[in-house]
Each structure stands twice: as structure tokens, then as C-alpha cells.
């Protein structure tokens, strides 16, 4: 079992910034890859980043070059940095955290608002 616990969220402006932190508990050792889901009203969630214990990244498109994933030394916290938001941005911002056995884990979500 891992608890996933986030915080950062918030309303901004187009063009400001924000950085979302998870901090995983229990079974850590057990993680292969950490990121981030968001969720638009009446979208389908969508990959945002995601990070592996190899440090290996991937984004979607439409964050690269605004979006960057790190984690810390520990491996149990993972952060979101977001530049240059935009309107579309706007969303619920899920943290994941995958397991060896394939087994996914989720945070409780926080919004991320960004005014035009």
C-alpha cells in the first residue's frame, strides 16, 4: 500500500506559475515510476509527466518546455514544476505512483485553476 498526499494547487494567472508536491508514505521501496494525471471538466484524464526511479521523464505535449517533473533524493516525493500557465491548463492534478506489480496509486487531486 502507498499513501499519496499533494498540495500546491491554486488559481493563478495566465502566464504565472505554480509547483505541486506528492509525498508518498508506506510501501515506498515498491515504486517504479511516479507523475502526475490531470482531469478537465467533461475531459478524460490525461497524462501530464511522469518520472521513474531511473529518472527517465515523459510529458505530454502540450506541457513540454512549460512543465517540469523532479523528484527528490528519497524517491518519495515527487513535484511539478508549471511555467507559462495557460487557461487550458486548468484541471484537477492527480498524483500517481506505480507499483512493481503494475498497480497504480492515487492521490486525493488539487485544483489548479488558471485565470485568462
Known amino acids: 500500500q502507498v499513501q499519496l498526499v499533494e498540495s500546491g494547487g491554486g488559481l493563478v494567472q495566465a502566464g504565472g506559475s505554480l509547483r505541486l508536491s506528492c509525498a508518498a508514505s508506506g510501501s515506498i521501496s515498491r515504486i517504479n515510476a511516479m507523475g502526475w494525471y490531470r482531469q478537465a471538466p467533461g475531459k478524460q484524464r490525461e497524462l501530464v509527466a511522469g518520472i521513474t526511479n531511473g529518472d527517465m521523464t515523459n510529458y505530454a505535449d502540450s506541457v513540454k518546455g512549460r512543465f517540469t517533473i523532479s523528484t527528490d533524493n528519497a524517491k518519495n516525493s515527487v513535484y511539478l514544476q508549471m511555467n507559462s500557465l495557460k487557461p487550458e491548463d486548468t484541471a484537477v492534478y492527480y498524483c500517481?505512483?506505480?507499483?512493481?506489480?503494475?498497480?497504480?496509486?492515487w492521490g486525493q487531486g488539487t485544483q489548479v485553476t488558471v485565470s485568462s
Open positions: 500517481y505512483a506505480l507499483l512493481r506489480a503494475s498497480a497504480y496509486y
